[in-house]
């Protein structure tokens, strides 16, 4: 059976060089598969082969394997950097140009002395094959192993081609110029690889476990789902579990994006990679090392690189004709105007001749700024969204969200809470102060009703009774009934009570028309209403409703000033769905749904706007948010679920992460076509100077390793974005 061998390799600068490695490897014995992943700087091999024949071939072709991984190197160099001239000193070509720009200013004392011409010429020749010794080993290689053209090959092309029309110095210049702008094209790559390796190391290594009478350091990877762990104050959590002793307040933010401090106790989930506060946690482990939260998003994050954006796949096909494109354009420019038009093929004083303008074809047509433009931008969006609590399953998804005219939002558990509370207590001897001794012996009674009833909103009566402090006032009721699903009955205080629909309450009950209005004011609001007596006398009502989100109405808001429409969608009655819209403001509602409706009307809404988003809770609303452009669910970190049903996942429970997800995913395109129309642009414009004969060797450089350079920390942009 064969295995995948995950390689990470150095001096990886230009995406579409790093090409000919592939290709490389691929011919290699044994290799089934091979795919290289740029922005991580990993290459994925499948197979089975001689790995020490594979890391031979990465050596060959100048690259180099990370030295802790590498078995043919017997010391580790690569200790990391923190400068950019730390980063200076580990590019070993750097190294032979400077040997190559002394050569080169020794050549122009030479001059100052007058001494034969050749010497000069010598010497100029030795400080370019020094200088670009590595350019032309990569363009050889990658010309031999894998027969492909990249940046290396037209570069070599171009400094033969310079000495050849009689201008060594400028070739010189060229190779200086290439060889440092490529160095400067690295260090920016690799702080993108740096910000993702944080990314992937937010959870520690270890963990201490705790025994019966003994504690060891022990690595994640060994620790087993129900062992014990202790986390101090101030540390990271190293897996996700169940607090069993201690209290804490822990920082959710490297997860879940929020900015406060979440208390922690005795039931409560905490998630590895989070840190916890001024106390000690003793932690019950419910998810081995594989399996946590957060190896979950940092698996989400890596794999969302490879579901490219429809601009990656555009310029990846387009870069794939582009070189040799190029190429024989070049070459036809040295041998037309030459042949067929009486044009000089060299330079004549101070007018290029048609080769030098073919040779700055040649450096200019290098497609490396074109191909790293997207993914560049694609990859900062994904952490920047990561780290504030969005998780994209794709690059594919920021350009659709970053399109949505429309979003649809479920109601129950999006909008609202889903937990009902208590919304009203209203006695009919209420003397209207918040501490009214009627209002709360009637929800003492209501209470002793519900402690053992199987009430669907028993939760809400009991949460308002203890927030009141009458919970336990009553001892729970006994001979408890249900009345055929209006109420339920039993005695409470040695008297008979009731807690009721207000028809049962019409039918049983003397109900004093005040109640009853109340009751049908509270109605008519979406509040469900529940009648309480006891003996015979009715003592008032209770009405409770499913809270609103108090950021809802901010999120909708904000949508609206976006330019974006918003639809609830829900199966509560028509009325319930008003009330809960003319609190939101949301433009439209459809009411009374089953999950089949919702799934025809996002089809319908697809068909009037194009571009929609479906939030809910990942699990009901899975065949609408399927069917949605872009399906969003809410608290995907305290459901594994919700994380592989969504398209865009908010990893707490906080709406407001939509409108963040939505501007960064604007701001991103918006980086994505800067860059390509700039690379375009300056391309277009050196190139028509450079068949106008206007542009010199190493001009032609600049604007091109330049451009690739601007595109990377353009794109780079995105980790900094910051929220309105």
Request: proline letters at 3%.
């Amino acid at each position: 059976m064969s295995k995948i061998t995950n390689i990470m390799v150095e001096g990886l600068d230009c995406p579409d060089c790093a090409k000919v490695l592939e290709l490389d490897i691929a011919r290699e014995t044994g290799v089934k598969d091979v795919h290289i992943n740029f922005l991580q700087g990993t290459l994925s091999v499948e197979g089975e082969f001689d790995l020490a024949s594979v890391y031979r071939r990465i050596q060959n072709l100048g690259y180099r394997v990370k030295a802790e991984e590498n078995p043919l190197r017997k010391t580790q160099t690569n200790k990391g950097f923190s400068s950019f001239w730390e980063f200076l000193k580990t590019r070993s070509e750097l190294k032979l140009v400077l040997v190559g720009i002394g050569l080169l200013l020794l050549s122009l004392l030479l001059e100052l002395w007058d001494p034969d011409k050749w010497v000069i010429l010598a010497v100029q020749l030795l400080a370019l094959v020094i200088a670009g010794y590595p350019v032309f080993q990569s363009a050889f290689k990658g010309l031999v192993s894998s027969r492909s053209l990249n940046i290396n090959f037209l570069m070599s092309i171009a400094a033969v081609g310079a000495v050849i029309i009689g201008e060594p110095i400028e070739a010189i210049i060229m190779l200086v110029l290439f060889s440092l702008s490529e160095a400067i094209e690295g260090y920016s790559n690799d702080r993108v690889r740096k910000v993702l390796k944080e990314f992937t190391e937010l959870a520690p290594q270890t963990a201490l476990v705790v025994g019966a009478d003994s504690e060891k350091e022990t690595p994640v990877a060994d620790i087993n789902i129900g062992d014990r762990i202790l986390v101090r104050a101030g540390e990271r959590i190293p897996l996700d579990g169940i607090v069993v002793d201690g209290v804490s307040e822990v920082n959710q933010a490297p997860i879940t994006g929020e900015s406060q401090l979440i208390r922690k106790e005795i039931g409560d989930k905490v998630f590895s990679g989070t840190v916890n506060g001024q106390s000690t946690l003793l932690v019950q482990v419910s998810n081995k090392a594989e399996d946590t939260t957060i190896q979950q998003i940092i698996n989400l994050v890596t794999e969302a690189q490879a579901v490219k954006a429809k601009s990656h796949k555009f310029i990846d096909q387009f870069a794939r004709y582009y070189t040799p494109a190029i190429v024989v354009l070049a070459l036809l420019l040295a041998i037309i105007p030459p042949l067929f038009f009486g044009q000089p093929l060299l330079n004549i004083g101070d007018q290029y001749g048609w080769l030098h303008r073919a040779l700055s074809l040649l450096v200019i047509g290098c497609p490396c700024a074109l191909v790293i433009s997207t993914p560049v931008t694609i990859i900062s969006s994904l952490i920047r969204a990561a780290r504030s609590g969005v998780v994209f399953k794709g690059g594919i998804f920021i350009e659709k969200l970053a399109r949505v005219k429309l979003v649809a939002f479920d109601k129950t558990g999006t909008l609202t809470r889903g937990k009902p509370v208590v919304t009203q207590v209203r006695a009919v001897d209420c003397v209207g102060n918040e501490d009214c001794a009627a209002c709360q012996d009637m929800l003492a009674i209501a209470c002793a009703l519900e402690k053992h009833s199987s009430h669907p909103l028993r939760t809400a009566i009991l949460a308002a009774g203890e927030r009141e402090g009458v919970i336990d006032r009553y001892p729970a009721a006994q001979n408890l009934e249900t009345l055929n699903g209006r109420g339920i009955m039993g005695e409470v205080n040695g008297q008979t009570a009731t807690i009721g629909s207000l028809a049962l309450f019409r039918a049983d009950h003397q109900t004093p028309e005040k109640v009853v209005e109340w009751v049908r004011n509270a109605e008519d609001d979406g509040q469900t209403t529940m009648l309480i007596c006891d003996g015979n006398k009715v003592r008032g009502f209770i009405s409770v409703a499913d809270e609103v989100r108090p950021e809802s109405i901010r999120v909708v808001d904000a949508l609206r000033k976006m330019d974006i429409k918003t639809i609830m969608l829900t199966g509560d009655n028509p009325m319930v769905a008003q009330n809960v819209a003319n609190s939101l403001k949301v433009d439209e509602i459809r009411a009374s749904l089953l999950p089949k409706d919702k799934l025809s009307i996002i089809k319908d809404l697809i068909s009037r706007y194009q571009d929609v988003a479906m939030v809910g809770d990942g699990i009901n609303d899975s065949p609408a948010m399927a069917a949605s452009g872009v399906g969003m669910a809410l608290n995907g970190a305290s459901n594994g679920q919700v994380l592989e049903t969504a398209d865009v996942v908010l990893l707490n429970d906080d709406l407001s992460r939509i409108p963040f997800a939505i501007r960064l995913s604007r701001f991103s395109t918006r980086l994505i076509k800067q860059n390509i129309a700039f690379s375009l642009s300056v391309k277009f414009f050196v190139a028509m100077l450079a068949l106008m004969g206007l542009t010199p060797l190493w001009v032609a450089v600049l604007a091109d390793m330049g451009v690739s350079l601007l595109v990377t920390l353009n794109g780079m942009r995105a980790l900094r974005f910051q929220e309105k």
